[in-house]
């Protein structure tokens, strides 16, 4: 047993934690735990009062039980007493109790704050720096209530001793943290940039940091320190090793407050004040020197504090961007740190190299670099520095080494790590679309990548080829020639096939005149993967075998069996079966006009932002809080939902929520799910709806953590009281990462949902016709068709709106009639519907008949907004 | 900084300071994840390590790992020469300290710790500072 200290013996507890490591089982353990507890709490309760030395042994003991992972539920009210002691020693003991175990009990909170108080006030700095210390390690709302103000006096007073000088200004940063609205900094500014100038290192170190914190809220309040902190940090940098004694480390002149000076200095612009930036520079110069000299020691510790010094110069020299010299000395600098041996310094290097190559000025001498750079990717052991390798030569592409760095990447996604190749892809894909000269490139490009890395080509890759591609003419051949080749290979991976079924699909007439390419031979080679592929992948292979029809009438025989075939007209999913059905029904009976316009090769793609770079942006979010503000998808109005049950009724860059919903007369279900799409996970996820008195809105309650990538599932059950105009709303809250969420949504139920289709002959409609016709029960609505007039559609629409379409009521074949019944709780609402289509005015006239105002209005309302 | 740990293969938690909210089930999690990270890189790799929205510097000393989480934008550097200050300044106060020191003095340890950092900062740097505050507190009943 190692001795203990003399001065505070506490040998009771030295023997218990003995007692404790000798336990040769977890049993063991826990029976000596309890033992002491026992022990412990029936000396809390006895009529003896015990004296300090007691009360603090045991109380360390509780300390030392709940460190070790076993609950304490007592001992509080002891350790708040030994606040009031006046031994350090047990106050210090006290202090750490109720730093570590944070008791939410307001009694205590008082008196907590109460023996704070008395501390700060005691003029005794080792009491005062305990206190500090306290308040700065639990840093309670209550306890910024009671103290946020008296701080930043004792901060800046002239008799405040140093060390407390230095607890305070680190407490008032966390008192800032955590309560930003309590801390009045306005009035001590002044005083607070002051403190750079203090004779004493370690309160300027504790003044640095709270300054920068508070410079990066109100930058404009913290100017000033701009030039004391150049000051400061010249005199450290140009200091003699004598001058500095006790802040040199390992022959470095006070490396940690460097830092932080440096630190500071980036929450601002260069200095306007000539003779101070110059003085900067020379700052920033002789730390560069310093790199070239030969080092003072051979030790670690030596060229880590030197260096921790160079990298932050060196970033505040990127920061400004504004000195050319110093630019390529940094990148210089930077240059031989790539071949170190040390793997930290390649690493940081590489790091900061990356930040480098976007500034102008430094952007050629980064080039110069390639070499090494691919040279770290293909020789790098360790994982996180061969992945920083890949950040720099995407930063440092341009037009002149773009196909070099995009082969070296391909090259290197063929051994890369899983975890990494979906942001490799991503990359690539940019850099040979932003890059391309020659489109041909571009497209060999992506298909290697599909190639090696086909799982993590995303959509957004693979649609993009397809859409440059159509949009040029110059490649559309060579695509097509390229894509067919590549489908030759007995293995490709199923994203190849569907880019290969679209482009052959419009493109393959290009080829089609070579005998190797030729139409049957295109065909076959595409229903040879057909039965290997995924659902949506057939799916597109269907539209891809209905234009080869329309191309190639010679095959269209050969195709229409394939359709015809049972494993399509009778498959089972719904998709494929229609497409099937459809697509047939279509060759046998399409004139070839009527075939060729339907399947008219696509239009070009309208230009707009590359979804990839949206893509990419999300995905290096991981490491750091993405930007809240785009909201991705969020459906106006719930619109798209009034004819249809199911799909995404939100995105953003972290979460997306879809929907599945039901309904019965004039209950409903709905299933929302909501999928976390980031790498982190959701904790304390809630909901809440907010809705109108006529809907019943039930949460059944939903998993309050969301693992990252994962998707969590909630029942709402929905019932119609009486009819209602406005849609409910979801209210999400979670937190992300340390920032709180709150996203609100509407939830698309309408009043439309409740409706039950009614099959009617056509006397009994307008017999009901007419007794719909007072004024109040009819509403009528005149409006242009915002979407093309498609009878189907149409058709679609109105069945999807919920109502049953009633043939042969209406003498005019073109207008559509309806019937159904509204269900609420309360009554039941017969409805009747009249949609004229004009498709010369492309205008529609909606006439709906019910037996209330206000769901004649409402449904006419909903529905109008369809067409 | 965010998290200042102090572990021990196969998972023992000898110190553990948090500057920043979580809840008690957190924190286990939290610990546990930064020790499986960091127990399974060698010396081919860096001292830092991509964890969540931080990044871990840690650096082992016989037996035990010292990991501080940090934001990203922190210099790596500096806080990996933060936790060797931090290990001489223990030597020192503990004259050759070895790891029952640590478990038997823990609540000095903390002390060692607030002296150097506080509300996730580095308060101060001074080794001669540090143990003589420390000399002096010992002195006290």
Same mark, same amino acid.
């Given at each position: 047993m190692p001795a203990v200290s003399k001065g505070d013996g506490m040998r009771g507890l030295a023997v218990f934690i003995s007692d404790i490591?000798?336990?040769?089982?977890?049993?063991?353990?826990?029976?000596?735990?309890?033992?002491?507890?026992?022990?412990?709490?029936?000396?809390?309760?006895?009529?003896?009062?015990?004296?300090?030395?007691?009360?603090?042994?045991?109380?360390?003991?509780?300390?030392?039980?709940?460190?070790?992972?076993?609950?304490?539920?007592?001992?509080?009210?002891?350790?708040?007493?030994?606040?009031?002691?006046?031994?350090?020693?047990?106050?210090?003991?006290?202090?750490?109790? %109720?730093?570590?175990?944070?008791?939410?009990?307001?009694?205590?909170?008082?008196?907590?704050?109460?023996? %704070?108080?008395?501390?700060?006030?005691?003029r005794n700095p080792t009491f005062m720096n305990l206190a500090l210390h306290c308040i700065a390690n639990?840093?309670?709302?209550?306890?910024?209530? &009671?103290?946020?103000?008296?701080?930043?006096?004792?901060?800046?007073?002239?008799?405040?001793? =140093?060390?407390?000088?230095?607890?305070a200004a680190l407490c008032l940063l966390r008192l800032n943290r955590t309560s930003p609205d309590?801390?009045?900094?306005?009035?001590?500014?002044?005083?607070?940039?002051?403190?750079?100038?203090?004779?004493?290192?370690?309160?300027?170190?504790?003044?640095?940091?709270?300054?920068?914190?508070?410079?990066?809220?109100?930058?404009?309040?913290?100017?000033?320190?701009?030039?004391?902190?150049?000051?400061?940090?010249?005199?450290?940098?140009?200091?003699?090793?004598?001058?500095?004694?006790?802040?040199?480390y390992y022959f470095v002149a006070a490396p940690w407050l460097s830092v932080k000076l440096l630190r500071l200095l980036q929450c601002y612009p260069p200095p306007e004040d000539a003779s101070l930036r110059s003085r900067l520079t020379e700052c920033l110069e002789t730390i560069l020197n310093k790199a070239q000299e030969p080092p003072k020691s051979k030790k670690v510790q030596h060229s880590n504090a030197k260096n921790a010094v160079l990298f932050e110069a060196i970033a505040l020299i990127?920061?400004?961007?504004?000195?050319?010299?110093?630019?390529?000395? &940094?990148?210089?600098?930077?240059?031989?740190?790539?071949?170190?041996?040390?793997?930290?310094?390649?690493?940081?290097?590489?790091?900061?190299?990356?930040?480098?190559?976007?500034?102008?000025?430094?952007?050629? &001498?980064?080039?110069?670099?390639?070499?090494?750079?691919?040279?770290?990717?293909?020789?790098?052991?360790?994982?996180?520095?061969?992945?920083?390798?890949?950040?720099?030569?995407?930063?440092?592409? =341009?037009?002149?080494?773009?196909?070099?760095?995009?082969?070296?990447?391909?090259?290197?996604?063929?051994?890369?790590?899983?975890?990494?190749?979906?942001? %490799?892809?991503?990359?690539?894909?940019?850099?040979?679309?932003?890059?391309?000269?020659?489109?041909?490139?571009?497209?060999?490009?992506?298909?290697n990548l599909i190639r090696i890395a086909g799982d993590y080509v995303s959509e957004e890759v693979w649609y993009r080829v397809i859409q440059i591609v159509i949009n040029r003419d110059d490649v559309q051949g060579y695509a097509a020639k390229t894509v067919f080749e590549a489908l030759q290979a007995p293995a490709c991976h199923e994203n190849l096939v569907k880019v290969g079924g679209y482009i052959l699909g419009e493109f393959g007439n290009l080829i089609a005149g070579d005998p190797r390419s030729s139409p049957l031979v295109q065909f076959n080679l595409l229903h040879s993967k057909f039965h290997l592929c995924s659902v949506p992948t057939r799916a597109l292979l269907l539209s891809a075998y209905i234009k080869f029809i329309n191309l190639f009438p010679e095959v269209k025989g050969t195709i229409q069996d394939v359709l015809r075939s049972d494993s399509q007209l009778r498959n089972a999913d719904v998709e494929l079966q229609q497409r099937a059905v459809e697509y047939l029904r279509l060759s046998c009976?399409?004139?070839?006009?009527?075939?060729?316009?339907?399947?008219?090769?696509?239009?070009?793609?309208?230009?707009?932002?590359?979804?990839?770079?949206?893509?990419?942006?999300?995905?290096?979010?991981?490491?750091?809080?993405?930007?809240?503000?785009?909201?991705?998808?969020?459906?106006?109005?719930?619109?798209?939902?009034v004819c249809k049950n199911n799909g995404v009724i939100y995105e953003n860059q972290l979460l997306q929520i879809g929907l599945k919903s039901e309904y019965r007369q004039n209950l409903g279900r709905m299933y929302v799910f909501y999928g976390n799409k980031t790498s982190t996970q959701f904790q304390s996820f809630s909901t809440s709806v907010s809705t109108a008195l006529q809907l019943n809105v039930q949460e059944k309650p939903v998993d309050p953590l969301i693992e990252a990538g994962a998707q969590v599932q909630q029942i709402l059950n929905i019932e119609c009281v009486s009819?209602?105009?406005?849609?409910?709303?979801?209210?999400?809250?979670?937190?992300?990462?340390?920032?709180?969420?709150?996203?609100?949504?509407?939830l698309p139920v309408m009043l439309n949902k409740f409706f039950q289709p009614t099959e009617m002959?056509?006397?009994?409609?307008?017999?009901?016709?007419?007794?719909?016709?007072?004024?109040?029960?009819?509403?009528?609505? %005149?409006?242009?068709?915002?979407?093309?007039?498609?009878?189907?559609?149409?058709?679609?629409?109105?069945?999807?709106?919920?109502?049953?379409?009633?043939?042969?009521?209406?003498?005019?074949?073109?207008?559509?009639?309806?019937?159904?019944?509204?269900?609420?709780?309360?009554?039941?609402v017969g409805c009747l519907l009249r949609l004229e289509p004009n498709a010369q005015a492309q205008m529609y006239r909606l006439t709906l008949r019910t037996s209330k105002e206000s769901v004649s209005q409402r449904l006419c309302e909903l529905l109008s907004e369809q067409f | 900084m965010f998290i200042f740990l102090l572990s021990f293969p196969p998972g023992k938690t000898r110190l553990a300071k948090w500057y920043?909210?979580?809840?008690?089930?957190?924190?286990?999690?939290?610990?546990?994840?930064?020790? #499986?990270?960091?127990?399974?890189?060698?010396?081919?790799?860096?001292?830092?390590?991509?964890?969540?929205?931080?990044?871990?510097?840690?650096?082992?000393? #016989?037996?035990?790992?010292? /990991?501080? /989480?940090?934001?990203?934008?922190?210099?790596?550097?500096?806080?990996?020469?933060?936790?060797?200050?931090?290990?001489?300044?223990?030597?020192?106060?503990?004259?050759?300290? /070895?790891?029952?020191?640590?478990?038997?003095?823990?609540?000095?340890?903390?002390?060692?710790?607030?002296?150097?950092f506080l509300a996730g900062e580095i308060r101060e740097t001074s080794q001669t500072k540090v143990l003589k505050q420390l000399l002096m507190l010992q002195s006290l009943e």
């Open positions: 490591r000798n336990c040769k089982s977890k049993e063991a353990e826990v029976k000596r735990i309890n033992k002491e507890l026992a022990n412990i709490r029936s000396k809390f309760k006895g009529d003896k009062a015990l004296d300090g030395y007691s009360k603090k042994k045991y109380v360390c003991k509780l300390l030392f039980i709940f460190l070790l992972g076993h609950d304490i539920d007592f001992g509080h009210m002891e350790a708040v007493n030994l606040l009031s002691s006046n031994k350090y020693t047990e106050k210090q003991i006290g202090y750490l109790f %109720i730093s570590v175990l944070v008791n939410s009990n307001s009694e205590l909170i008082r008196l907590i704050n109460n023996a %704070i108080k008395n501390d700060l006030a005691s639990v840093g309670s709302r209550e306890m910024a209530e &009671a103290f946020a103000s008296d701080i930043p006096r004792i901060l800046v007073a002239g008799d405040t001793m =140093d060390s407390v000088k230095q607890s309590l801390v009045p900094m306005g009035e001590w500014t002044a005083r607070v940039v002051h403190l750079l100038n203090d004779q004493h290192l370690g309160v300027v170190t504790a003044a640095t940091s709270l300054i920068t914190t508070l410079a990066q809220k109100s930058p404009d309040d913290f100017k000033t320190s701009v030039s004391l902190a150049v000051a400061r940090l010249s005199r450290i940098v140009t200091s003699a090793s004598i001058d500095l004694q006790d802040y040199t990127i920061h400004h961007d504004s000195e050319p010299n110093l630019l390529v000395r &940094a990148c210089n600098q930077l240059g031989q740190f790539l071949q170190h041996r040390e793997t930290n310094l390649r690493y940081l290097a590489l790091e900061s190299m990356c930040t480098l190559a976007s500034s102008e000025f430094s952007h050629e &001498a980064v080039k110069t670099h390639i070499e090494t750079v691919i040279s770290a990717l293909k020789t790098e052991r360790d994982v996180s520095v061969r992945q920083r390798a890949v950040d720099l030569l995407y930063a440092m592409c =341009d037009r002149s080494n773009s196909k070099q760095i995009v082969a070296e990447m391909l090259s290197y996604l063929e051994t890369a790590d899983y975890s990494i190749r979906e942001e %490799i892809v991503l990359k690539v894909a940019i850099l040979a679309e932003k890059y391309a000269v020659d489109y041909t490139w571009y497209v060999d490009t992506i298909l009976i399409a004139s070839t006009d009527i075939l060729a316009t339907v399947l008219e090769e696509m239009p070009p793609f309208p230009e707009r932002e590359s979804s990839i770079l949206a893509k990419l942006k999300k995905k290096k979010g991981s490491s750091k809080l993405p930007d809240m503000d785009d909201s991705r998808k969020n459906v106006n109005g719930n619109t798209e939902f009819d209602f105009s406005d849609t409910p709303v979801l209210n999400i809250q979670f937190r992300y990462g340390g920032t709180l969420q709150n996203i609100a949504v509407k002959m056509s006397q009994d409609f307008f017999q009901r016709w007419k007794q719909l016709g007072a004024p109040q029960q009819e509403v009528q609505k %005149i409006f242009k068709a915002k979407n093309q007039m498609d009878t189907d559609v149409t058709k679609a629409k109105l069945l999807g709106f919920g109502v049953a379409l009633l043939d042969g009521v209406d003498p005019n074949p073109a207008n559509f009639v309806g019937a159904g019944i509204i269900h609420t709780k309360t009554t039941q | 920043m909210q979580f809840d008690d089930d957190e924190k286990q999690k939290l610990i546990e994840e930064v020790h #499986a990270v960091v127990t399974v890189r060698d010396a081919k790799h860096t001292n830092f390590v991509e964890f969540r929205n931080f990044k871990i510097i840690y650096r082992r000393y #016989a037996g035990l790992y010292f /990991c501080i /989480c940090v934001d990203v934008t922190d210099n790596n550097l500096a806080y990996l020469e933060a936790i060797h200050n931090f290990v001489e300044v223990l030597n020192e106060y503990f004259h050759n300290v /070895c790891e029952l020191d640590l478990v038997f003095n823990f609540y000095k340890v903390y002390t060692v710790v607030d002296e150097m």
